[in-house]
């Protein structure tokens, strides 16, 4: 797969992922997502990895039935479109569905470290 866009994200859910934070930058069109990924067996340095989908030109997020906590990132499915991406970020706890973040973008990115910029 030479798609780098969905290669980041088959990488990212090799892991298990938390969601720690989730947040949108008007200005530079953009959405964030930092995730935890604590499994000590790929022996990362940091194990805070962000998520940054850049050229955005929608997002929307939606609660499923009984959408109270589960920060577990449970799936992301993403496919290409016309000049980019739209991706289904599926968030929940124990397997069961809480959230939903769908996204359309142009391009993604990403940063390991111990604290964002």
Same mark, same amino acid.
């Not at 997502?33 to 929608?58: M, V, W």
């Not at 609660?63 to 992301?76: C, P, R, T, Y």
């Not at 124990?94 to 142009?106: H, K």
């Given at each position: 797969?030479? $798609?780098?866009?969905?290669?980041?994200?088959? !990488?990212?859910? @090799?892991?298990?992922?938390? =969601?720690? /934070? &989730?947040?949108?930058?008007?200005?530079?069109?953009?959405?964030?997502?930092?995730?935890?990924?604590?499994? $000590?067996?790929?022996?990362?340095?940091?194990? !805070?990895?962000? @998520?940054?989908?850049?050229? =955005?030109? /929608? &997002?929307?997020?939606?609660?499923?039935?009984?959408?109270?906590?589960?920060?577990?990132?449970?799936?992301?499915?993403?496919?290409?479109?016309?000049?980019?991406?739209?991706?289904?970020?599926?968030?929940?706890?124990?397997?069961?569905?809480?959230?939903?973040?769908?996204?359309?973008?142009?391009?993604?990115?990403?940063?390991?470290?111990?604290?964002?910029?």
């Amino acid at each position: 797969m030479a $798609d780098k866009v969905r290669a980041i994200i088959r !990488e990212t859910m @090799l892991h298990e992922n938390t =969601l720690e /934070s &989730f947040s949108f930058r008007p200005a530079a069109s953009e959405v964030l997502l930092a995730l935890l990924q604590p499994d $000590d067996r790929f022996q990362y340095p940091e194990h !805070e990895l962000l @998520l940054i989908f850049s050229g =955005l030109k /929608s &997002f929307t997020v939606d609660g499923a039935e009984g959408s109270d906590g589960g920060e577990e990132v449970l799936g992301i499915e993403c496919e290409s479109t016309i000049g980019g991406y739209k991706a289904k970020v599926s968030l929940g706890d124990r397997g069961a569905t809480r959230w939903f973040i769908r996204l359309t973008f142009a391009d993604l990115r990403y940063q390991r470290s111990p604290r964002y910029p």
